[in-house]
């Protein structure tokens, strides 16, 4: 459990849905507000392919979590979570479609001073990027994987995730 207060905080969801595999880290960040309470000072972001334009809403963050597909080599379906120090070497392997993007956003962060405390990438092996907005079985499998990721990952900085409970009819 991390000590420092987390007064902000992004959960951000990366992906182009319409490639199949691709749009994972969009579809987890959807199931996960679909199904769990979300703490107050945790923003949740559909960055879809989008970069400089969520400059602002990355400014300053004491954690940044980001859900994304990933190219580490792993089997199709593997879930990877790298963390602060492990963040900047996976933006230079260019392993993930949207890297350009938010390396360039969070070089600008760097530079600017506004960079997040901490930062956090879970990311998904593609099994398959072809067009489609149906995922993969294996990606579609490793789901539940990827949001406990996502969920542990918040958890570690004091930000609990609870099932949302299904009110009586």
Same mark, same amino acid.
């Given at each position: 459990m991390s000590s420092i207060e987390i007064r902000r905080a992004v959960l951000l969801g990366v992906g182009n849905i319409l490639l199949t595999d691709e749009g994972v880290g969009?579809?987890?960040?959807?199931?996960?507000? *679909?199904?769990? =309470? @979300?703490? #107050?000072?945790?923003?949740v972001l559909d960055g879809g392919t989008a970069a400089m334009e969520l400059l602002e809403d990355l400014e300053n963050l004491d954690l940044l979590v980001i859900a994304d597909c990933v190219r580490?080599?792993?089997?199709p379906a593997s879930v990877v979570v790298l963390k602060d120090d492990e963040v900047p070497a996976f933006?230079?392997?260019?392993?993930?479609?949207?890297?350009?993007?938010?390396?360039?956003?969070? *070089?600008?962060? =760097? @530079?600017? #001073?506004?960079?997040?405390?901490?930062?956090?990438?879970?990311?998904?092996?593609?099994?398959?990027?072809?067009?489609?907005?149906?995922q993969s079985a294996p990606v579609r499998a490793a789901m539940p994987q990827g949001l406990q990721a996502i969920r542990d990952a918040l958890a570690e900085y004091g930000l609990q995730t609870p099932p949302k409970v299904a009110e009586a009819a």
């Amino acid at each position: 459990m991390s000590s420092i207060e987390i007064r902000r905080a992004v959960l951000l969801g990366v992906g182009n849905i319409l490639l199949t595999d691709e749009g994972v880290g969009v579809r987890l960040v959807e199931q996960l507000q *679909a199904g769990y =309470e @979300i703490p #107050e000072v945790l923003t949740v972001l559909d960055g879809g392919t989008a970069a400089m334009e969520l400059l602002e809403d990355l400014e300053n963050l004491d954690l940044l979590v980001i859900a994304d597909c990933v190219r580490v080599g792993q089997p199709p379906a593997s879930v990877v979570v790298l963390k602060d120090d492990e963040v900047p070497a996976f933006f230079r392997a260019r392993i993930s479609p949207h890297q350009v993007g938010l390396s360039d956003v969070l *070089a600008t962060l =760097e @530079i600017t #001073e506004r960079a997040p405390r901490h930062v956090v990438v879970v990311g998904v092996q593609p099994f398959d990027i072809s067009t489609s907005m149906e995922q993969s079985a294996p990606v579609r499998a490793a789901m539940p994987q990827g949001l406990q990721a996502i969920r542990d990952a918040l958890a570690e900085y004091g930000l609990q995730t609870p099932p949302k409970v299904a009110e009586a009819a």
